[in-house]
């Protein structure tokens, strides 16, 4: 009998109460970080209390998305089966116009085509119907 293969689907990110506005802004096309409502710092993900100035207040505000490669690492190894047709993919840490730094995926380069200090700019990809993920491209890339 004939082995059947299964497609294993990527997880999907839960929505947490602390992550809602940042998943709906994903979701709308928008781009959003927490921005501490004491010092002003932005930051991501989400957390209680500001690491600069122990604020316990923030809001969601939304940044340009673009910025540019900070750091990347090659992964070779497959962590999860939704990603075996992906494997080596890059992941990337984008810092961000605004200062902050943003993990993701740089879209339309093969890993090793990357290099620190490339302009990038935010692309969304939609896994459902209620969660779309931030992924970045080369900044004017179609």
Same mark, same amino acid.
């Given at each position: 009998? /004939?082995?059947?293969?299964?497609? !294993?689907?990527? /997880? @999907?990110?839960?929505?947490?109460?602390?992550?809602?506005?940042?998943?709906?802004?994903?979701?709308?096309?928008?781009?959003?970080?927490?921005?501490?409502?004491?010092?002003?710092?932005?930051?991501?993900?989400?957390?209680? @209390?500001?690491?600069?100035?122990? =604020? !316990?207040?923030?809001?969601? +505000?939304?940044? =340009?998305?673009?910025?540019?490669?900070? =750091? %990347?690492?090659?992964?070779?190894?497959?962590?999860?089966?939704?990603?075996?047709?992906? +494997?080596?993919?890059?992941? +990337?840490? +984008?810092?961000? &116009? &605004?200062?902050?730094?943003?993990?993701?995926?740089?879209?339309?380069?093969? /890993?090793?085509?990357?290099?620190?200090?490339? /302009?990038?700019?935010?692309?969304?990809?939609?896994? =459902?119907?209620?969660?779309?993920?931030?992924? %970045?491209?080369?900044?004017?890339?179609?």
């Amino acid at each position: 009998m /004939p082995e059947i293969s299964k497609q !294993i689907a990527k /997880p @999907i990110p839960s929505i947490t109460p602390d992550m809602r506005e940042f998943y709906e802004g994903a979701k709308a096309g928008r781009l959003m970080v927490q921005k501490c409502d004491g010092c002003g710092a932005l930051r991501f993900p989400a957390y209680e @209390i500001c690491a600069k100035c122990n =604020s !316990i207040k923030s809001k969601w +505000v939304q940044v =340009s998305g673009r910025g540019e490669v900070y =750091s %990347f690492n090659i992964m070779h190894q497959l962590y999860h089966p939704g990603f075996a047709s992906e +494997v080596p993919y890059a992941v +990337v840490v +984008v810092e961000l &116009e &605004e200062g902050c730094k943003f993990v993701s995926n740089l879209l339309g380069l093969k /890993p090793h085509q990357i290099k620190c200090g490339m /302009p990038v700019e935010v692309v969304f990809e939609k896994l =459902s119907e209620d969660v779309s993920l931030p992924k %970045f491209r080369l900044r004017g890339a179609n």
